[in-house]
């Protein structure tokens, strides 16, 4: 069985006046050993945050595709790694977005993650336009396979599917959709990976807030949660913490 994993992202937010919160977020994780939890946070919080975070996993949100060269105001997994950070996202939509990031970024961005030994969150999800348009699933489909890398295992390449639209807007898909769209990325993962894809996590992004966690994460094929604006804050975060706990008992 999969187990859960609770990821934060905390964006372009947090200052080290914030420490306090991922102190007590790694408390409650500690206390909910069923459940893996981790922390994505900015460059700049990376090592403050491994310093309090008490074995709580800290992650980055990016990273530059080479290990080092002339790319001014990058990151490379190297740096990340000596930080401490144990793991990155890589192909969020805000990046897809604001940095035209392509899935052939994501690619070699995961790839670059895994060559320094960091676990990687890889991010997919479709547009409202497309959704409406009722592409999701071939938007989906087609960046899962330009953006997996090779050799992708469940030990360190964790799935999200984030519907863009339903990001920081309050808005979820219903339940049913959020399942069928989860199918549609195991199927995926099959194709590419055999039966390696039954390990693998596919988590669901997009407005998981406490009171609506607990519905997502027992759905089918859904395997933990990507959290922004709720993981900014252990009063808000946490209940998402318990509600994964309470799926796996
Ligand atoms: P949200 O963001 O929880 O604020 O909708 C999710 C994400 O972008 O990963």
Same mark, same amino acid.
């Not at 990340?80 to 793991?87: K, Q, R, S, V, W």
């Not at 479709?126 to 071939?138: D, I």
């Not at 087609?142 to 050799?151: G, H, N, R, V």
């Not at 759905?219 to 859904?222: C, L, R, S």
């Given at each position: 069985?999969?187990?859960?994993?609770?990821?934060?992202?905390?964006?372009?937010?947090? =200052?080290?006046t914030? !420490?306090g919160?991922?102190?007590?977020?790694?408390?409650?994780?500690?206390?909910?050993?069923?459940?893996?939890v981790?922390?994505?946070? #900015?460059f700049? !919080?990376?090592?403050?945050?491994?310093?309090?975070?008490?074995? &709580?996993?800290?992650?980055?949100?990016? =990273?530059?595709?080479?290990?080092?060269?002339?790319?001014?105001?990058?990151?490379?997994?190297a740096m990340?790694?000596?930080?401490?950070?144990? !793991?990155t996202?890589? @192909?969020?939509?805000?990046?897809?977005? +604001?940095?035209?990031?392509?899935?052939?970024?994501?690619? %070699?961005?995961?790839?670059? /993650?895994r060559r320094?030994? &960091?676990?990687?969150?890889?991010?997919?999800?479709?547009?409202?336009?497309?959704?409406? *348009?009722?592409? %999701?699933?071939?938007?989906?489909q087609?960046?899962?396979?330009?953006?997996?890398? +090779?050799?992708a295992?469940?030990?360190?390449l964790? !799935?999200?599917?984030? #519907?863009?639209w339903?990001?920081?807007?309050?808005?979820t898909?219903? &339940?049913?959709?959020?399942?069928?769209?989860? *199918?549609?990325?195991? %199927?995926? &993962?099959?194709?590419?990976?055999?039966?390696?894809?039954d390990?693998?996590?596919?988590?669901? @992004?997009?407005?998981?807030?406490?009171?609506? /966690?607990?519905?997502?994460?027992a759905?089918?094929?859904?395997d @933990?949660?990507?959290?922004?604006?709720?993981?900014?804050? *252990?009063?808000?975060?946490?209940?998402?913490i318990e509600? /994964?706990?309470r799926?796996?008992?």
């Open positions: 069985m999969r187990r859960k994993l609770v990821a934060g992202n905390w964006k372009m937010f947090g =200052l080290k914030d !420490l919160e991922i102190e007590k977020i790694a408390a409650a994780a500690a206390a909910n050993p069923q459940v893996d981790a922390l994505c946070v #900015p700049t !919080l990376i090592a403050p945050a491994v310093a309090v975070a008490a074995g &709580l996993p800290i992650g980055a949100q990016d =990273l530059h595709e080479a290990d080092k060269g002339p790319h001014t105001g990058c990151i490379s997994g990340l790694a000596e930080l401490g950070a144990t !793991l996202i890589v @192909g969020h939509s805000e990046r897809r977005a +604001d940095q035209h990031e392509t899935s052939h970024d994501a690619w %070699a961005k995961a790839a670059a /993650a320094h030994g &960091l676990k990687v969150i890889l991010c997919c999800g479709e547009t409202e336009a497309e959704h409406n *348009a009722g592409r %999701a699933e071939r938007i989906v087609s960046q899962i396979e330009k953006s997996l890398p +090779d050799l295992g469940p030990e360190w964790t !799935l999200a599917y984030e #519907p863009r339903a990001i920081g807007t309050g808005k898909p219903s &339940l049913e959709d959020i399942a069928a769209m989860h *199918a549609i990325g195991r %199927a995926k &993962l099959r194709t590419m990976v055999g039966d390696a894809a390990g693998i996590r596919i988590l669901y @992004g997009g407005s998981v807030t406490g009171t609506n /966690a607990e519905a997502i994460l759905t089918d094929n859904v @933990g949660a990507l959290v922004g604006g709720a993981s900014l804050t *252990a009063e808000k975060f946490v209940p998402i509600a /994964a706990a799926v796996s008992r």
